[in-house]
């Protein structure tokens, strides 16, 4: 996908982990596979300043050049600590809900009086139901097997336990942050002097057996915690719902013909087939305006990423048409 002119002027045009493109995807599949492209375009729906704003609520510090980020910030362009990292991770955990990290519970005198303990700060950051959705996709193994395979290391046997994996360009940095009900816990795999490791240190690779390991021994005593379930979300629009555009057609077995609604009811049931096909498919941005998310359905045909983006569903679902459009150019 081509997102057009960035700060530099010339057009912003990155590429998945794997330089493949791997065609429709919903939300579930592009955040558990660690896709690029949707990444990109999901910062774009909800605003670069909005998304920073909301980074911020969950404890990230760092990102203070608001003026310098782009849409890379949604691929690691802008920087952020470990301590950090595992604190916002910890608020999907805990239903939404923050808890700064501390050092010190409390100080106490040799006869036990206490000279100054931790006030608890906890304060709601993101709804319940946006928390337990990540918790559902980021603890879906199935979801991103068709990426990382059934086994990785991010797969605890027998506990429900929610990961992410992340690698920088260049292979500069690894990481890997998961979490339980109950605990939150990071790692960064990298060279302590800046260099860079060497190709194929992918975060599954270096940084996630770390983080199994340790994740074997702290639940090794605990019991399993399977996150609470989120509501299901209803909408009109297909693509919110995470569904293609499709409809039942009904048939006469016989000539094949497609039969009306009127005609089905009176047709005897045995000589009827019914097919499911596809209509009309779009980009997000067909049917949702990333400025009013809630109002009416429909384009905004003054987006600058409308046609771009549908151009990219076209060429998925008709690469030879978009071939040819390339060889006039």
């Known amino acids: 996908t081509n997102f057009g002119p960035d700060g530099s002027g010339k057009d912003y045009i990155p590429q998945n982990y794997s330089g493949k493109f791997t065609g429709l995807v ?18 774009y729906l909800a605003g670069i300043p909005q998304t920073i704003a909301l980074a911020e609520k969950l404890g990230i510090t760092t990102l203070t050049r608001k003026n310098d980020y782009g849409l890379s910030l949604a691929i690691g362009g802008g920087e952020v600590t470990l301590l950090d990292e595992v604190g916002a991770f910890s608020v999907f955990a805990n239903d939404g809900v923050r808890n700064p990290a501390y050092a010190i519970q409390k100080i106490t005198k040799a006869d036990g009086s206490v000279i100054v303990a931790h006030e608890s700060d906890a304060r709601r950051v993101i709804g319940e139901e946006t928390a337990r959705k990540i918790d559902s996709i980021l603890s879906d193994n199935a979801s991103r097997t068709a ?15 929610a990961a992410k994996t992340g690698t920088t360009q260049d292979f500069k940095d690894a990481w890997t942050v998961g979490f339980t009900r109950s ?6 795999a990298g060279n302590n002097d800046g260099t860079l490791m060497r190709p194929g240190s992918d975060g599954v690779f270096v940084a996630a057996p770390i983080w199994r390991s340790f994740m074997d021994t702290v639940l090794a005593v605990r019991p399993d915690e399977p996150f609470p379930a989120y509501l299901p979300v209803s909408s009109e629009t297909p ?5 293609l555009n499709q409809r039942l057609e009904y048939f006469n077995n016989k000539s094949g013909k497609k039969l009306s609604e009127e005609k089905m009811k009176k047709t005897d049931p045995e000589k009827i087939s019914q097919r499911l096909v596809a209509g ?19 384009p905004n045909r003054a ?7 549908e151009r990219g569903v076209n060429g998925a679902l008709n690469p030879e048409e978009e071939k040819k459009k390339d060889e006039k150019k």
């Open 147 to 161: 990426v990382f395979g059934p086994r990785s290391p991010l797969f605890v046997p027998g506990f429900t336990v």
């Open 183 to 188: 605990i939150a816990v990071g790692v960064w």
């Open 280 to 298: 009309e498919v779009h980009d997000i941005l067909f049917y949702v305006n990333k400025d009013n998310p809630l109002g009416l359905a429909g």
């Open 303 to 309: 987006d600058p990423m409308l046609a771009r983006w």
């Open 26 to 43: 919903s939300m579930r599949q592009a955040l558990s596979r660690s896709l690029n492209i949707p990444a990109i375009k999901a910062l």
């Open 239 to 243: 693509m919110l719902t995470g569904k």
